[in-house]
């Protein structure tokens, strides 16, 4: 790149894109890279405050602002993910379908580490649509050093693709509802519709509803007869906080389900629990499901339908975020609620 006042500049090759600002009303590019600048340009990039522009002059060991960014965002995509033409020096990544966000957050903080690279993403494990951006990557100078791209490469890619989404899958859900007073009709069920709800957007075929009584047994039986009916997923509602008459936790450790925790530093929905019959994950759900809009079965929904194995480690990591402001408009996924820095 060569400095050069701009009315010097006729005939030379535009070296960046200049943007237009107009405050309140548009952001738009006025001149393009690699636009060759003539006599009526002058006036007009002086009107802009330019009084000097970059002229590009090709070298080997300087890369544009524009290829390097377009190399960082190929080499840090995964599946699921298209591209943006760069523009401005920056290319985005975008969502080629519905699915479940992954960031490498460990890559992503070496990758900023670098002089002059930069990389912003949304929240790791986010619920992302088709077409959505994602994340977007520049480098700061018009032009940088090969080798600095080189290792800026490296590190979108290895071990892993710093951003992917995942697909959700179309997993058969089934729902055990608990309790004496549904069960014998004293009260309504609401669940079957709350749960139906929640796994629509995922994707989830909803299998049926069994309502039993507080029994360990009759939940653990029933949890053996959806699994051996093809339940890929298997929703416990009620019985699930410390009165003596709520044994949904017994009947689900009665089915000889592994356990992955019971208590979720959520708020709403700490008497949460999370366990696995072989490959099918059991979420007991706490009453609170009812009349709370998210808890901790909204933050985990996507990862399971995604087809993650979860562990404790992750639920530990849910306390970082996992205190809902309970907002008059709420905004969920886009908001602070669940999004855990490393989870």
């Not at 993910?81 to 760069?86: A, F, K, M, V």
């Not at 309790?179 to 929640?198: A, L, P, S, T």
Request: hydrophobic share 40%.
């Amino acid at each position: 790149m060569r400095k050069v006042p701009v009315n010097e500049a006729i005939g030379q090759v535009l070296g960046h894109d200049i943007i237009k600002i107009i405050p309140g009303r548009e952001k738009c590019r006025a001149f393009r890279r690699g636009q060759i600048i003539t006599a009526a340009d002058v006036p007009l990039l002086q009107d802009l405050g330019k009084e000097h522009i970059y002229i590009w002059e090709a070298g080997e060991e300087l890369i544009h602002e524009d290829e390097a960014a377009l190399r960082l965002a190929q080499s840090a995509s995964g599946p699921g993910i298209n591209l943006s033409e760069p523009s401005h020096g920056r290319v985005n990544l975008i969502a080629a379908y519905d699915g479940l966000l992954k960031i490498q957050v460990d890559q992503l903080h070496w990758i900023n580490n670098l002089d002059s690279v930069i990389f912003a993403t949304l929240h790791n494990n986010r619920t992302v649509v088709k077409e959505q951006k994602l994340a977007g990557t520049r480098v700061v100078p018009i032009t940088v050093e090969r080798s600095l791209v080189e290792e800026a490469e490296k590190l979108c890619s290895n071990p892993r693709p710093l951003v992917l989404v995942k697909p959700f899958k179309n997993l058969w859900t089934a729902v055990i509802t608990t309790g004496n007073e549904v069960c014998y009709g004293r009260i309504k069920d609401g669940f079957g519709r709350v749960i139906r709800k929640k796994i629509t957007p995922f994707g989830g075929r909803f299998m049926s509803q069994t309502i039993v009584p507080d029994s360990p047994e009759i939940i653990a039986a029933e949890i053996h007869r959806f699994i051996g009916e093809g339940a890929d997923f298997i929703i416990i509602t009620g019985g699930m906080s410390v009165d003596p008459d709520d044994v949904t936790p017994l009947g689900i450790k009665a089915s000889g389900a592994e356990v992955v925790f019971y208590g979720a530093p959520v708020l709403p929905g700490s008497q949460f629990m999370l366990a696995y019959q072989g490959h099918v994950p059991i979420c007991g759900v706490p009453g609170g499901a009812l009349y709370s809009k998210f808890t901790t079965l909204d933050l985990l929904l996507p990862r399971i339908f995604a087809e993650e194995r979860i562990n404790r480690s992750d639920i530990v990591a849910l306390g970082h975020g996992g205190f809902c402001e309970e907002c008059k408009v709420c905004h969920f996924p886009a908001c602070p609620f669940g999004k855990a820095t490393y989870v």
